[in-house]
């Protein structure tokens, strides 16, 4: 993570030359080729993984480790670097142990080209004469914004786009023997420069479906004019730099996409690809394949084949479903990790006889192998990159944290000590997708995707579903004919449903629940919820208070006085017993007669005032004791936002232009406080004492904010 604090009047950055008036050093690590100032004593300590802001503010990576790695390489001076889906790029000085985020692709800190968030880092290309030299192939996950190819010439610190602008670029080649030469895969076809990435041609017929959709890429060691390419369907080669193309799928099965090409580096005759239908091997520069035997089936989807630097008989291939190798230049292979392994890129460094591996993998980040593949190690240090779909924190202890992460295959982990460690939670009886965590005084809640609640039993280490009854009547034709009617009127039975759950809260010792189907509400340690009732004025007959509310419930906030729900895009409040509920008016350009949404609401007491909080689509707005909505502005833009957060003095919102902004004044001035490596979709804000909180990304993984003066007004986002 980079570090930037002030002292004595000078600004420290990490990672990377800068300004002579600058003091410059390295966290951690050795920095290889770059400037060092070595602090000694106690004049200076700064956490791995820790960016410090010049006003106190400091933004700490809590993990869980790992991260889905997209793409590996190793540069000349040894350093190595991990491409994400974010654009954000990591690097190692000790060979994989630990790493540091550098900076971002696809990000315009310049202003020169449009920012993005989104850029799948697909390909990373080293100079090997310009150590801190690097070329990046990116995709946006954004079609309509295509990709383009990224450089950087200070270690991934700093980005800009080179070339290929708006085209979703897939892969990235530099020539072994012209180093003027790089070619470019993109969704619309091949691209070449001789100009060392200055200038690009197309190479490729732009109205040919077949040359299209450009999934690999390989230059011949020898001569650069012959290039093999790797489509959606099948494999292709010219021999002229690309004036004519020829199909090279004699012996592969129709209609494979190649997803990866690896000439031998001892021998440019012997071509080896892999497709979605296996992995192939040619002898004869692309003339015929011969389809290999060993990998399964079911692992077929191999995303990148390396050959080891030393020895040309040994290929990892990094598959769907684990990592392989061969030690017999793919006569025989053996899977070397385990089977759920997802491995998405690989790295094979040499340091005299010793030989290390590392496999970039969707979810377990990085794993590492010193004694040949034998035995594999996470090698996280410094890398937190998680994608958090959901978070919950115990509501008598804001340090206990149960995350659901997207790219962990359902796993469940469990922080107690406010996410510096994590362990696996039990997944004991969970059956279906989940889709959201909670937090009550009785322990952990989940929903799940296509319906239902279950709470985590701790005397039995499982979950268990809990059931959502209501009345229901029988029809008449269920009695006869005679007496049909009287009877049904007092025939009531009660029936089971499947709710899906979009809120869930804690007031007065019971839960409410908000659905696609309307309220629910139960004891906390009920196994039953049931609609919310109250008596009827007409002769003591009981009736559903959620017919009070729409059916189609968006959010609930539970505050000391009264209940507060969003729903069919209208603002309703309660009292908290929550049996009758009343309308309430929104701002005038949003709710139920406008297009924007309500997205959330909360509200908190200032004293004798009650004030109200609503996110909405045309950004937040503040109402005093129920007076008129006010936008908040003063540094805050007018988007959507994820629910708010408070702690002692402070509130924190994330919105959706990426950036993370503090109020200390009740929302009458807002400041932007996250950096590079904070900016990103959030889940969740939870907030923690002491005006500090930690942060649920999308993409970053768990963070902590930690300090900071008073908001200071600004003009903007």
């Known amino acids: 993570m980079l570090g930037v604090i002030r002292l004595s009047g000078k600004l420290i950055r990490g990672l990377g030359g800068q300004k002579s008036a600058e003091l410059v050093f390295f966290f951690g690590a050795r920095l290889g080729s770059c400037r060092v100032l070595r602090v000694c004593g106690a004049i200076l300590f700064v956490l791995l993984g820790t960016a410090v802001r010049s006003n106190g503010q400091t933004w700490e990576r809590l993990g869980p480790a790992g991260g889905n790695v997209i793409s590996l390489v190793v540069a000349a001076d040894g350093a190595v670097y991990i491409g994400t889906p974010d654009g954000h790029v990591f690097a190692s000085r000790d060979r994989g142990e630990h790493w540091q985020l550098r900076g971002r692709a696809g990000d315009s800190s310049d202003g020169r080209f449009e920012s993005h968030l989104d850029g799948v880092v697909q390909r990373i290309v080293a100079d090997k004469m310009r150590p801190e030299r690097l070329l990046a192939a990116v995709w946006f996950q954004d079609p309509a914004q295509g990709g383009g190819v990224f450089e950087s010439t200070d270690g991934a610190q700093h980005w800009k786009l080179i070339g290929l602008g708006k085209e979703a670029v897939r892969a990235l080649e530099r020539s072994e023997s012209d180093p003027r030469v790089w070619v470019a895969g993109t969704r619309t076809g091949t691209y070449r420069s001789t100009d060392d990435a200055h200038t690009w041609q197309r190479i490729t017929a732009a109205d040919n479906p077949e040359l299209q959709n450009v999934d690999s890429l390989a230059v011949d060691p020898v001569n650069p004019e012959i290039i093999y390419l790797g489509t959606y369907h099948l494999a292709w080669k010219t021999t002229d730099g690309g004036k004519n193309w020829s199909s090279i799928a004699t012996g592969m099965i129709d209609d494979s996409d190649i997803m990866s090409l690896r000439i031998d580096a001892r021998n440019p005759r012997r071509v080896f690809s892999s497709a979605c239908s296996g992995i192939y091997r040619s002898d004869d520069s692309g003339g015929s394949w011969t ?70 993998t969707e979810a377990q980040g990085i794993l590492r192998s010193d004694d040949g593949a034998s035995s594999f190690h996470d090698s996280n240090g410094g890398f937190s990159h998680r994608v958090i779909a959901s978070i919950a924190a115990a509501p008598r202890d804001p340090s206990h944290f149960l995350a659901r992460l997207e790219d962990s295959r359902g796993e469940l982990f469990e922080s107690r000590d406010g996410g510096t460690s994590w362990t696996k939670f039990s997944t004991a009886g969970l059956t279906k997708p989940v889709a959201e965590l909670y937090g009550s005084s009785s322990g952990w809640w989940m929903s799940f995707a296509d319906g239902g609640l279950a ?261 903007g986002p």
């Open 291 to 360: 389809k290999l035997q060993g990998i399964p089936y079911a692992s077929r989807r191999t995303q990148q084949i390396v050959q080891d630097p030393n020895d040309a008989s040994i290929l990892y291939a990094a598959t769907t479903q684990g990592l392989w190798q061969t030690t017999d230049s793919g006569e025989n292979w053996k899977r070397v990790t385990p089977r759920e392994t997802v491995a998405n890129a690989i790295v094979v460094l040499t340091a005299g006889n010793s030989t290390r591996i590392l496999a970039g």
């Open 455 to 715: 709470q985590f039993d701790s005397a039995k280490g499982k979950w268990r579903s809990v059931l959502f009854r209501e009345a229901a009547r029988h029809s008449p034709q269920a009695f006869g004919r005679a007496g049909a009617r009287a009877t049904a009127r007092s025939a009531v039975r009660m029936r089971v449903l499947l709710p899906r759950v979009t809120a869930f809260v804690e007031f007065s010792g019971k839960i409410l629940v908000g659905s696609e189907d309307g309220l629910w509400t139960g004891a906390v340690g009920d196994s039953e919820f049931h609609r919310p009732v109250v008596k009827s004025a007409v002769k003591g007959e009981m009736k559903s208070a959620a017919k009070s509310v729409p059916r189609s419930v968006q959010y609930l906030f539970s505050s000391q006085n009264s209940l507060l729900a969003i729903a069919d895009n209208k603002l309703w409040a309660s009292d908290s017993a929550a049996l009758n509920w009343n309308f309430v008016s929104s701002p005038a350009n949003v709710g139920p007669a406008n297009t924007g949404r309500l997205l959330w609401i909360q509200e908190n007491l200032r004293g004798s005032d009650s004030v109200r909080f609503l996110g909405t689509d045309h950004g937040v707005f503040l109402s005093v004791s129920s007076g008129a909505w006010q936008l908040l502005s003063s540094g805050l833009p007018a988007v959507a936002s994820a629910p708010m957060a408070n702690s002692g003095s402070l509130a924190l919102v994330a919105m959706s232009n990426g950036g993370i902004y503090r109020s200390a004044d009740s929302g009458k001035s807002w400041e932007r406080v996250d950096t590079g490596g904070e900016q990103g979709s959030v889940a969740k804000i939870l907030p923690a004492p002491n005006g500090v909180f930690v942060v649920a990304s999308r993409s970053e993984g768990l963070l902590r904010l930690t300090g900071g003066n008073a908001a200071k007004t600004t003009t």
